[in-house]
C-alpha cells in the first residue's frame, strides 16, 4: 500500500482545496503548499503522492517536482471538462489523471492503483530507488534516459552483474510514451537454448513433446511495450540468428505455425560481458551486435561511485522502513568501512548487507564491529587482486617511524608529495599497471587516482585516458 503521506502543490486552486479536505477525510495526511515552497527542504520527505494543481509554468515545476520527489507518484488535478493542453513530456511525467469532482470508489481506485505493482512489477514510485546517487556517472545515467527515452530506439545496457541494469531498463520503460504498455523482462541466460525459442516467440498446441496448448511468447505479451532482454551475451548463437531477423523485420512465427506475427515493441538489452571479445572468440554474432548497439548506456561498478553508498544505504534502509521490515542507520566509521570496500558483488551485495544488518540488529545504530568480517577489513572480496588489498593495507609500515621529525625538519609538504608517489608507485606495481585495481587498494576513486598521476606524471597499463 503506498505510504498514506500527500503533498498537494497548488496556486489558489479551489479544486485542490477540495481534494486536500476529502483526503484527509478518509485517513491522509495531506500538506498543502505553494510553487514558491519547493525549495522548502522540509518538503524533501517521501511522499505516497504529489498532486500538482493549476500552475502558471507547468512543465519546469513538473521537472523539479519529478527530481525532489523521485520517489512519489506525481498527479496532475484539474476541474473536469478543463481544457488542459500538456506537452508529450510533461505528460509522460505525470504518474495519473485526476477530474474533480469525482466520485469515492474512483478516488480510492485511483490511490490504491499508485500503491500496488503496475503490469511491470513495481511500483512507479519504486522504479528510481536503486538509481539513487549523487556521482557524476549517475547523473550521466538520468540525462542519457532522459534523452534516448522517448525515442523507439533499442537500447544496450553494460555493466557487471548487480550494477542495477534491470532498473535502468525499467526506468527507460517508465519515461517512455509506452509506460502504459507491459514491460517484459527475460533472462536469456537462464533458459536452456532449446526452450529460448518457445520463451520468446511462443508455440501452438503440439508443436513439440509437452506442447498441451498454445502459449504466447515474450514478444506477443510485450506488444506495444518493452521487452527487456537480460544476459543476452549468454544467447545461444542459432537463437541470435532468429533474434536478428525479428529485429530487422519486426515479425515473427510461433513454434510450429507458420503464420506471422507482427510486433511493436521496444527492445532493450543488456549484459555484464564484453560482447567485443565476445565476437573475437566467434560466441556472438557480429551483425547482433550493431543491431542492438545503437544507443548503448554503460553502468559503473559500485567501487567506482563510492561517494554514492551513503545516499543508496539511506535510501534501501527507507525502503525497509516502507516494507515494514526494521530499519537500521550506520555510524560514520561504519559507512567509511563500507566506502573502503571493493564491492564485487555491486549494489546488490550492498542490498543483501543491508536487509542482513536490519534482521540482526533492527532499529539500531550499526557500529564496525556489527559488519561482517570482510567489511570490517575493507578492500575486496571477489578478485585475488582485492582479496590482497585488506593484507596490504593492515601490513603498513609504522607511523611511527614515518611521522619521525628529523632534528633539521623538513619540508612537510614535499614531504607527503613523495610519500604519496611513493604509495601510488607500490600500487600500481601491486596491481600490474591497472588504475582501478590501484585505485581500490588506495581506496579512492580512479579519476582522482588518474589526476594525481597526471600530477606527478606517473602511468599504468591503461593510461589512455590519463
Known amino acids: 500500500m503506498v505510504s498514506r503521506r500527500a503533498l498537494v502543490i497548488d496556486r489558489a486552486c479551489p ?52 527530481e525532489i520527489h523521485r520517489h512519489s507518484a506525481l498527479v496532475l488535478v484539474s476541474e473536469k471538462g478543463a481544457n488542459r493542453p500538456l506537452s508529450q513530456r510533461l505528460d509522460r511525467m505525470a504518474a495519473a489523471h485526476l477530474e474533480w469532482p469525482t466520485n469515492y470508489p474512483a478516488l480510492t481506485e485511483l490511490l490504491d492503483r499508485l500503491g500496488r505493482p503496475d503490469a511491470t512489477g513495481v511500483r512507479a514510485s519504486e522504479l528510481f530507488r536503486t538509481l539513487a546517487g549523487d556521482s557524476q556517472a549517475i547523473q550521466r545515467i538520468r540525462r542519457l534516459i532522459q534523452k534516448v527515452a522517448g525515442s523507439d530506439a533499442t537500447v544496450l545496457v553494460l555493466g557487471e552483474s548487480g550494477t542495477g541494469k534491470e532498473v535502468i531498463a525499467r526506468n527507460l520503460h517508465y519515461f517512455s510514451p509506452r509506460r502504459q504498455k507491459p514491460f517484459v523482462p527475460v533472462n536469456c541466460g537462464a533458459i536452456p537454448g532449446e526452450l529460448l525459442e518457445s520463451e520468446l516467440f511462443g508455440h501452438e498446441k503440439g508443436a513439440f513433446t509437452g506442447a498441451l496448448t498454445s502459449r504466447q511468447g515474450r514478444f506477443e505479451l510485450a506488444e506495444g511495450g518493452t521487452l527487456f532482454l ?42 555484464h560481458r564484453d560482447l567485443e571479445e565476445e565476437i573475437r572468440q566467434n560466441r556472438f554474432r557480429e551483425d547482433l551486435y550493431y543491431r542492438l548497439n545503437v544507443f548503448p548506456i554503460e553502468v559503473p ?11 543508496l544505504v539511506a535510501d534501501l534502509s527507507e525502503r525497509l ?4 521490515k526494521a530499519t537500521i542507520t550506520l555510524s560514520p566509521p561504519a559507512m567509511r568501512k ?37 567489511f570490517r577489513r575493507g578492500g575486496g572480496g571477489g578478485s585475488e587482486e582485492f582479496a590482497m588489498a585488506p593484507a596490504a593495507t593492515q601490513e603498513s609500515p609504522d607511523f611511527q617511524d614515518l611521522a ?15 610519500l604519496e608517489v611513493e604509495l601510488i608507485r607500490q600500487a600500481l606495481d601491486e596491481c600490474n599497471g591497472v588504475v582501478a585495481h590501484a585505485a581500490t587498494l588506495l581506496r579512492m576513486r580512479r579519476t582522482t587516482l588518474v589526476e594525481k598521476m597526471r600530477k606527478y606524471g606517473l602511468r599504468g597499463e591503461d593510461t589512455s585516458v590519463i
Open 230 to 271: 537480460d544476459e543476452i551475451g549468454d544467447m545461444p548463437l542459432a537463437m541470435q540468428v532468429k533474434l536478428l531477423r525479428v529485429l530487422q523485420e519486426r515479425s515473427f512465427e510461433r513454434v510450429g505455425s507458420n503464420k506471422t506475427i507482427h510486433c511493436d515493441v521496444r527492445i532493450v538489452a543488456a549484459t
Open 301 to 311: 561498478a559500485l567501487r567506482e561511485r563510492l561517494e554514492d553508498i551513503p545516499v
Open 15 to 66: 479544486v485542490c482545496t477540495e481534494v486536500a479536505t476529502v483526503m484527509r477525510f478518509i485517513g491522509w495526511e495531506v500538506r498543502t503548499v505553494e510553487p514558491d515552497f519547493l525549495a522548502d527542504e522540509s518538503l524533501e520527505s517521501e511522499y505516497g503522492v504529489v498532486l500538482v494543481g493549476n500552475l502558471e509554468d507547468d512543465e519546469a515545476t513538473l521537472a523539479r517536482l519529478a
Open 404 to 418: 619521525r621529525l628529523p632534528e633539521a625538519g623538513l619540508d612537510l609538504r614535499e614531504h607527503l608529495n613523495q
Open 338 to 374: 563500507l566506502q573502503s570496500y571493493a564491492w564485487p558483488g555491486n549494489v546488490r551485495e550492498l542490498a543483501n548487507l543491508i536487509e542482513r544488518m536490519a534482521i540482526l540488529n533492527p532499529g539500531s545504530l550499526i557500529e564496525v564491529a556489527d559488519l561482517p568480517e570482510k
Open 321 to 324: 522502513r516502507s516494507e515494514k
